[in-house]
């Protein structure tokens, strides 16, 4: 079965600290997708970042990096200098069969 | 860019009616669209795969009969909540695979539903 595994279900910062998220995978396709979803209060999904299997890379995009790792089925996310504004439900999500299956997501709380 | 249009953003229905949300591609054509549902501070749960010209596939636990799910067009699906209870108030996303890398998926902006 293929599974996502978000173990952190709120998370609470004050802005300007750094702040990870952690995800879990379990998959038996050797070819996979990975990503991560924004979802602010308004509840519209935002789309951060895809990974597929065969590019370990880690990723940098201006305050957001993220640290694929096979050896340990994970792709957790950082947020460096966190601010008010990156509030919001952050979910990780797996392809399977074209269909993406979600975490539980981490709701994450950056305070003033 | 592609971009996946959802109507109504909300609705608020009185119990035993029904209720029909709107799902549009609106610059690429979508054969296949999902459904997902997210209960308050949950996750998104895949309810349903729509298929152009062709039947639903639901995902196990969904009740066919209660969700009616209609692909009538290349840039059109619809989810149609038959006799709307207070369980079913949830909030409704459609998102339509675009051709571009697997799993790629754009997402409407979402449907609240609140059955009183």
């Known amino acids: 079965a293929q599974k996502v595994t978000q173990a952190q279900t709120e998370i609470s910062v004050v802005e300007k600290e750094d702040v990870t998220l952690d995800c879990v995978y379990e998959?038996?396709?050797?070819?996979?997708?990975l990503f991560w979803y924004k979802q602010p209060p308004s509840g519209e999904l935002v789309f951060l970042i895809r990974?597929?299997?065969?590019?370990?890379q880690n990723e940098i995009s201006g305050r957001y990096s993220w640290n694929f790792q096979k050896s340990t089925s994970s792709f957790n996310f950082t947020i460096t200098a966190s601010q008010v504004v990156d509030s919001a439900v952050y979910f990780c999500?797996?392809?399977?069969?074209?269909?993406?299956?979600f975490g539980q997501g981490t709701e994450l709380s950056v305070k003033p | 860019g592609a971009v996946v249009s959802q109507h109504p953003s909300w609705v608020i229905c009185k119990s035993g009616t029904s209720v029909k949300i709107e799902c549009r591609s609106l610059?690429?054509?979508?054969?296949?669209m999902f459904w997902y549902r997210q209960f308050p501070k949950q996750s998104l749960m895949l309810m349903a795969t729509?298929?152009?010209?062709?039947?639903?596939?639901?995902e196990q636990g969904v009740e066919k009969d209660k969700f009616l799910i209609n692909h009538a067009s290349l840039t059109l699906s619809t989810l149609t909540v038959t006799s709307a209870h207070p369980e079913d108030s949830s909030f409704y996303i459609c998102?339509?695979?675009?051709?571009?890398?697997?799993?790629?998926?754009?997402f409407g902006e979402g449907s609240r539903l609140t059955v009183l």
């Open positions: 998102s339509a695979p675009w051709t571009g890398p697997p799993g790629e998926l754009f």
């Open positions: 998959t038996r396709d050797t070819t996979y997708y």
């Open positions: 990974r597929n299997s065969f590019d370990e």
């Open positions: 999500a797996l392809v399977q069969g074209g269909k993406l299956i």
């Open positions: 610059d690429f054509q979508a054969t296949t």
């Open positions: 729509s298929n152009e010209g062709s039947k639903a596939t639901y």
